[in-house]
C-alpha cells in the first residue's frame, strides 16, 4: 500500500520559510516521481514542484520558481519542499502525490507538466498559512 505523510506545515510570516516533508512508505521509493501540489479555497489544486523517480528532473510553477526548492533524499523515502520569501499567496493546503516511473519518456512528461491529474496516490495535505 503507497502511503504519503506530509508534514512542515504552519503559520509564518511573510517573507519567512518552511520546510515541508512528505515521507513515504509501502512502495519502492527509487521508482517513483513525487509532486507538490497546492490547493486555496475557491481554486482549483496546481502543481508546485515535481521531481523524478532517478536523474533529478524537477518542474517549478513560475509563481514560485526562485522561491521554492524540491529535493529527495532516497535512502530516507523522502521529498522535500523548501520554500523561502513566502507570500500570503501561497497560502494553501500542500499534498505531495506520487506515481510510479516507469519508462523514461513516461517519467518526463509526469515531471515536466506537473499536472495533479499524473498522479495517483496522494498524501492528506498539509496546511500552509503566510500571514500578511
Known amino acids: 500500500e503507497v502511503q504519503l505523510v506530509e508534514s512542515g506545515g504552519g503559520l509564518v510570516q511573510a517573507g519567512g520559510s518552511l520546510r515541508l516533508s512528505c515521507a513515504a512508505s509501502?512502495?519502492?521509493?527509487?521508482?517513483?516521481?513525487i509532486g507538490w501540489f497546492r490547493q486555496a479555497p475557491g481554486k482549483e489544486r496546481e502543481g508546485v514542484s515535481c521531481i523524478s523517480s532517478s536523474d533529478g528532473n524537477t518542474y517549478y510553477a513560475d509563481s514560485v520558481k526562485g522561491r521554492f526548492t524540491i529535493s529527495r533524499d532516497n535512502a530516507k523515502n523522502t521529498v522535500y519542499l523548501q520554500m523561502n520569501s513566502l507570500k500570503p499567496e501561497d497560502t494553501a493546503v500542500y499534498y505531495c502525490?506520487?506515481?510510479?516511473?516507469?519508462?523514461?519518456?513516461?517519467?518526463?512528461?509526469?515531471?515536466?507538466?506537473?499536472?495533479?491529474?499524473?498522479?495517483?496516490?496522494w498524501g492528506q495535505g498539509t496546511q500552509v498559512t503566510v500571514s500578511s
Open positions: 509501502g512502495f519502492t521509493f527509487d521508482d517513483y516521481a
Open positions: 502525490a506520487a506515481v510510479r516511473g516507469r519508462v523514461r519518456i513516461y517519467t518526463i512528461a509526469v515531471v515536466s507538466l506537473c499536472l495533479p491529474g499524473g498522479y495517483d496516490s
